[in-house]
């Protein structure tokens, strides 16, 4: 099975380095097969803020996937915003705003839904479209029958009763039917600063909180830890006790022609998180 560290909502110039230390570090001991970080690395789009966040992305093993979040635009700065939207983005962080990383048993797919404006009074919520779409199936389509297919996206495709006001990424419904005759695996994101784990159209969807930001809401700092294969999937909240990083749950899904549905014997306490094999480097 795959390994994958989940991290989202950095939101550097709010961030708590003890916190990025140590996550860092832990990140570099479980020699996850991918990171994936689910946007918003900054807070307000400014220049010393990317330049933080680069330098943490540097220290994280590879291969790392990166998408932007709605912070990751400028704020009300008229001429930036709806001009040079990604300008900080483009030269502290990547060229590219929607980035793949393909491994040996799996592809991991980032989608940009993150908008400079929106037709809802909140542009914080965001929106993906049929074009992304159309990349997202001829990645996938391209993939080894049985590999991993992973959507990396800031804004969520699935909603618990705590924070059902927040609203679905726009076009969920549509989308959520293409991803599923792409046959996505799992949708991971963010901006939502809550852990959650579930299945949306027979896709299991993760939400990851704030890593290492004083951002919180309602819940401690987590991330991620995941196992996966293209039959079984296993979430582990990770989330800070005050002194490490510890799980706080877990949630176990499995494939049939059917879709993903929740594990028979799904836990809510985790067992042990299965080791890297030894031939698998940083």
């Known amino acids: 099975m795959m390994r994958i560290a989940h991290i989202s909502d950095l939101h550097f110039g709010t ?9 860092c570090a832990e990140i570099r001991r479980m020699r996850p097969d991918l990171v994936a970080l689910s946007g918003d690395l900054t807070q307000h789009a400014r ?4 330049a933080a966040a680069a330098t943490f992305i540097r220290r994280l093993p590879d291969p790392v996937l990166v998408v932007p979040g709605n912070h990751d635009l400028p704020g009300w700065r008229p001429w930036r915003r709806f001009v040079h939207p990604w300008r900080e983005w483009r030269r502290h962080i990547s060229e590219d705003l929607e980035s793949s990383v393909r491994g040996r048993d799996f592809i ?5 839904t993150a908008r400079r404006w929106g037709m809802h009074l909140d542009w914080s919520r965001g929106r993906i479209n049929l074009d992304q779409l159309g990349r997202v199936v001829r990645l996938a389509g391209a993939s080894e029958p049985d590999a991993v297919r992973i959507l ?9 009763d705590a924070v059902r006001k927040r609203g679905l990424v726009g076009r969920a419904d549509e989308i959520l039917d293409g991803l599923r005759s792409a046959r996505i695996d799992l949708i991971l994101g963010g901006h939502l600063h809550r852990s959650d784990a579930g299945t949306a159209n027979g896709i299991v969807v993760a939400q990851a909180g704030t890593a290492i930001s004083s951002r919180r809401k309602g819940e401690p700092n987590a991330y991620n830890r ?6 079984q999937i296993r979430i582990e909240a990770m989330r800070w006790d005050g002194k490490r990083f510890a799980v706080a749950g877990s949630s176990s899904f499995q494939r049939s022609e059917l879709g993903w549905a929740p594990a028979a014997h799904n836990l809510h306490s985790s067992p042990q998180f299965e080791p890297p094999s030894s031939n698998n480097g940083v």
């Open 226 to 231: 995941i196992q996966a294969s293209s039959r």
């Open 108 to 112: 991991a797919i980032g989608v940009k």
């Open 152 to 160: 990396v996206a800031h804004h969520p495709f699935l909603l618990s």
């Open 47 to 50: 220049p010393r803020e990317f």
């Open 15 to 23: 961030h708590l380095p003890p916190l990025a230390e140590t996550l």
